[in-house]
Nanobody, 115 residues
Framework: QVQLVESGGGLVQAGESLRLSCTASGSWSSINTMGWYRQGPGKQRELVATVTTTGRTTYADSVRGRFTIARDNAKNTVDLQMNSLKPEDTAVYYC?????????WGQGTQVTVSS
């Protein structure tokens, strides 16, 4: 079993920054992808950014250049640095750990960006 615990959400003004952190515990395959997804009000959950164990990253077009994802394999953490936040970034952000046949989610952390 895998447990993911997120932290770092909150309320900020447009243009400010936030850093989200996710810590994983349990056991999982050494081949995996960790990432962040978000679900805004009335919207479907969408990918924000992912990073593989080898460090390959992907970003949604809407956040590329503003957000940076980074993982520490020794500490089992994945962080999301969010800069130049916009009101449309308001959402519940979820941490994810994905392997070939399974996927785990955190409980989510709220990010609210006021204009």
């Amino acid at each position: 079993q895998v447990q993911l615990v997120e932290s770092g959400g909150g309320l900020v003004q447009a243009g400010e920054s936030l850093r989200l952190s996710c810590t994983a515990s349990g056991s999982w395959s050494s081949i995996n992808t960790m990432g962040w997804y978000r679900q805004g009000p009335g919207k479907q959950r969408e990918l924000v950014a992912t990073v593989t164990t080898t460090g390959r990253t992907t970003y949604a077009d809407s956040v590329r250049g503003r957000f940076t994802i980074a993982r520490d394999n020794a500490k089992n953490t994945v962080d999301l640095q969010m800069n130049s936040l916009k009101p449309e970034d308001t959402a519940v952000y979820y941490c994810n750990l994905a392997m070939t046949f399974s996927s785990y989610w955190g409980q989510g952390t709220q990010v609210t960006v006021s204009s």
